[in-house]
């Protein structure tokens, strides 16, 4: 089992920046990834970036790319979200993920297996 703890939410004008984490209860070794998904009321969750925890490479929703930066640290236990230049069109529920064991390309939603409880980021204009 893994847990997810997501923090750094909060308010925010157009063009501001938040920064997310994501703290994982262990480590979910090198062939994972860890994704960062974002739902707004009365829409679907969607993808917003993801990093494998093996070799670093990141992935991105066309939406946030040159915006967003997903990053882990040393310890591969935290994923961060840096989100730059923000717009109101972000507000969402931001969740984090991990899809343990993955072991081909960028996991889609539903093969993700470990789910945090979500943090708001509101970003007003």
């Known amino acids: 089992q893994v847990q997810l703890v997501e923090s750094g939410g909060g308010s925010v004008q157009a063009g501001g920046s938040l920064r997310l984490s994501c703290a994982a209860s262990r480590y979910i070794g090198s062939s994972s990834y860890m994704g960062w998904f974002r739902q707004a009321p009365g829409k679907e969750r969607e993808g917003v970036a993801a990093?494998?925890?093996?070799?670093?490479?990141?992935y991105y929703a066309d939406s946030v790319k040159g915006r967003f930066t997903i990053s882990q640290d040393n310890a591969k236990t935290t994923v961060y979200l840096q989100m730059n230049s923000l717009k109101p069109e972000d507000t969402a529920m931001y969740y984090c993920a991990a899809a343990v064991g993955w072991l081909f390309g960028p996991p889609k939603l539903e093969e993700y297996n470990y789910w945090g409880q979500g943090t708001q980021v509101t970003v007003s204009s």
């Open positions: 990093i494998h925890t093996g070799s670093g490479n990141t």
